[in-house]
């Protein structure tokens, strides 16, 4: 196959959405995701259910991904899996496929990092998004992680602030159960908070040591004031919702926004470009533009669609990998506490 013809399967399985997609080249041609509806009834995701779901999925959606891009399965040049980190369940739904189908039709195999992928999924070739320069600073918020990561190349990273307990995403999720709200909380309270009062009601940011996150103390503070308040008047958060929704969104956000200004204090490095779940969220987003304004930051926001788990920012890493002829072997095995 030419260099310029490069063609990579990219498959996700890290949690509960079982992706693929190719890539030719640098563009995105296919981008499917199957999602677990299944968890919402729990409130939360059940690793058991989500591997059962994946083994069910995978071979759908790989069709569905080759098909919608218009390649046969022998044009492909390599197959990328997301290794780690993850449930290990899930991931050993997708590293297994993924070696078989390799396997099968003799080409290399790539192994991508989950959360690298996020902050390499700013080099997808996308209409109307600009590439960050190196060195940047890539703020990965999702569900299961918060971290500041100083990019020097596309593998060349250093972890310079994380979270010390619970991630962003989860900080959402557990005050959206604690305010009846369904799961995934985070859109809910994202788009509540947008019609609420964001000064109502005042919480306290925790006070951690250079660039590391806790939310865990912020996720109490709600729940005893939401207990506190009920107390005094059971229909207060009904009365309320939009207003506390948008009082917890502005403390996370600000948070946020005090670690990427430490950090870019601290690095000199003035460009900045998230990824993860959480960076779909709008309130996160503007802060992010406003940035750009205040503090004289150049900011990467992905395309929508690579924010959240994506088989596309898999086929992207696997394409530069691809490049530099980054492969793995056949005995490779998931890790689920994949570090970058």
Not at 232 to 250: G, W
Not at 315 to 321: E, N, R, S
Request: charged fraction near 20%.
């Amino acid at each position: 196959m030419s260099s310029q013809n490069i063609y990579i399967l990219g498959i996700e399985s890290s949690c509960d959405d079982t992706a693929a997609s190719v890539i030719h080249n640098g563009k995105i041609l296919s981008n499917v995701i199957a999602n677990q509806k299944i968890h919402e009834a729990y409130g939360g995701v059940v690793p058991e259910l989500a591997s059962r779901a994946h083994q069910q999925n995978i071979v759908p959606v790989v069709h569905q991904a080759l098909e919608k891009a218009g390649v046969a399965k022998e044009q492909l040049s390599a197959v990328a899996f997301t290794r780690g980190p993850g449930l290990m369940g899930s991931l050993l739904v997708g590293t297994s496929f993924a070696k078989s189908f390799a396997y099968g039709l003799n080409i290399p195999l790539i192994d991508v990092n989950h959360m690298q992928a996020h902050i390499l999924a700013h080099f997808i070739d996308e209409e109307g998004f600009d590439k960050p320069n190196f060195p940047f600073l890539a703020m990965t918020i999702s569900g299961g992680h918060t971290q500041i990561v100083k990019v020097n190349h596309y593998f060349d990273m250093d972890v310079i602030g994380e979270t010390i307990d619970d991630a962003v995403g989860e900080a959402y999720d557990k005050s959206g159960k604690i305010l009846g709200l369904g799961y995934p909380a985070g859109p809910e309270m994202d788009k509540r908070a947008q019609q609420g009062n964001p000064k109502a009601f005042k919480f306290t940011k925790p006070k951690v040591d250079g660039l590391n996150f806790s939310f865990s103390g912020l996720k109490t503070a709600i729940l005893y004031f939401i207990q506190r308040e009920t107390k005094k008047n059971p229909d207060f958060v009904k009365e309320n919702l939009n207003d506390i929704c948008a009082s917890i969104q502005y403390t996370i956000i600000g948070i946020l926004i005090d670690k990427l200004k430490a950090a870019t204090k601290q690095t000199g490095i003035k460009q900045i470009a998230i990824g993860g779940g959480v960076s779909a969220n709008s309130g996160i987003r503007k802060a992010l533009k406003d940035g750009e304004q205040k503090f004289d930051w150049k900011t990467y926001v992905p395309k929508f669609e690579f924010t959240t788990d994506n088989a596309a920012m898999i086929a992207i890493v696997g394409y530069l990998k691809y490049q530099e002829e980054d492969f793995a072997q056949q005995d490779i095995t998931a890790s689920a506490r994949l570090k970058i």
